[in-house]
């Protein structure tokens, strides 16, 4: 086992490049941080793209009421 302070730094990177992509991790449901960290993204793109439409469709109820009301008051 050497203690060059390169050879180390290699070993540290491998390791980490377990921990994050092939070991999971039971307290992200047995996902690795890799799988974990996507599967978060998708979530909130889900998010993201739902909040949009509930304003589009918002946008579009606001103006229907607006054109009723326009109608009735002519």
């Not at 449901?29 to 949009?52: A, D, I, M, N, S």
């Amino acid at each position: 086992s050497s203690f060059e302070i390169g050879d180390l730094n290699q070993a540290l990177l491998e390791w980490e490049k377990v921990y994050n992509t092939i070991r999971p991790h039971q307290a992200l449901g047995y996902l690795t941080p890799l799988e974990f960290l996507k599967q978060y993204q998708q979530e909130k793109e889900r998010e993201v793209r739902c909040h949009q439409s509930y304003e589009r469709v918002q946008m579009l109820d606001n103006f229907s009421c607006q054109a009723i009301q326009l109608r009735g008051s002519s």
